[in-house]
């Protein structure tokens, strides 16, 4: 009866041990599989500065073993063309996610959201001149300035003309992306526009002069 027993426990225990082995080399060559597949990444060509635009001549796509992936490695060019580095990265190494960001995803620098060849200009709004606080970052504005004549016996002439054509908007006080469904209302009283050099020096001066309004445009695209 004893012998039984030790014959029923050696098989119940050889079992056990092939079920594990089994698991193991199956673990095994899964790593292996892993290993020998691989996958696209993106590395930088050359030294890339923080807050430097990635263009396509900084990167080269390169392949790594799937298994040796880093978590938010970039893998196909357009996702990092055009996009900012948030902090140096090496020449050879791999573009992550959290390390870059797009002009539309700035939220705390508005100079990394200037396009070159373009200035930041701030002008003070009251809730009328700014579409009763419904300007958002990134929509398109016309500025209107009106202006008060010389007297005219009892009657004092007011022209108004379109100062500014489609002029994008960087910031709605001190907020540089679209509000959400689940953010608190905050009314502002400034609106920061992106404008050339000439054309902000143009804006400071009516603004001084007399008074703007902005014209908001529709962001709806047209059918074709």
Do not use: C
Request: net charge neutral.
């Amino acid at each position: 009866m004893k012998s039984k027993f030790i014959l029923v426990l050696a098989i119940f225990m050889g079992l056990i041990t092939t079920f594990l082995f089994y698991n193991y080399m199956k673990s095994v060559d899964a790593t292996k599989d892993m290993n020998n597949h691989l996958v696209d990444v993106i590395l930088a060509k050359q030294v890339i500065k923080k807050n430097q635009k990635i263009t396509s001549e900084m990167i080269v796509v390169s392949q790594v073993p799937e298994l040796g992936l880093a978590p938010g490695a970039i893998r196909t060019t357009p996702e990092a063309v055009g996009k900012f580095a948030t902090a140096d990265i090496a020449s050879g190494e791999a573009l992550l996610s959290h390390r870059l960001a797009s002009e539309g995803e700035e939220k705390i620098f508005v100079s990394r959201k200037v396009r070159d060849g373009y200035r930041a200009v701030s002008v003070g709004t009251d809730f009328v001149q700014s579409v009763s606080n419904l300007v958002e970052p990134e929509d398109w504005v016309d500025v209107i300035f009106s202006e008060t004549q010389p007297r005219s016996g009892d009657y004092a002439p007011i022209n108004t003309a379109l100062l500014l054509e489609k002029v994008r908007v960087l910031a709605v006080g001190r907020r540089m992306v679209e509000t959400t469904p689940e953010d608190t209302y905050v009314e502002y009283t400034s609106i920061t526009l992106e404008l050339n050099q000439a054309d902000a020096m143009k804006l400071v001066n009516a603004k001084e002069r007399g008074r703007i309004h902005l014209i908001l445009h529709s962001k709806i695209i047209p059918p074709k």
